[in-house]
């Protein structure tokens, strides 16, 4: 499966890498690439083993907002 989370309030490279290393590190997830200029980050992921709740937790855990 793959979900385009809209992420707000990233804007620099430690951002992307804390959002990158927070979806990384969720079990089931296989890949993340994210677009700093749009705020939108795409994710691969294996929804038997991890639910789109868990990846906006993970974002918000960073204190990021996910609004979709």
């Known amino acids: 499966?793959?979900?385009i989370l809209d992420v707000k309030g990233m804007t620099c490279g430690h951002c992307k890498s804390s959002v990158k290393g927070a979806l990384e590190g969720l079990?089931?997830?296989?890949s993340v690439k994210?677009?700093?200029s749009t705020g939108k980050v795409n994710v691969s992921y294996d929804q038997t083993l991890v639910s789109v709740e868990d990846m906006r937790k993970a974002v918000e855990d960073q204190g990021y907002d996910v609004v979709a």
């Open 34 to 36: 994210v677009d700093l």
């Open 1 to 3: 499966m793959e979900i």
């Open 27 to 30: 079990e089931g997830v296989t």
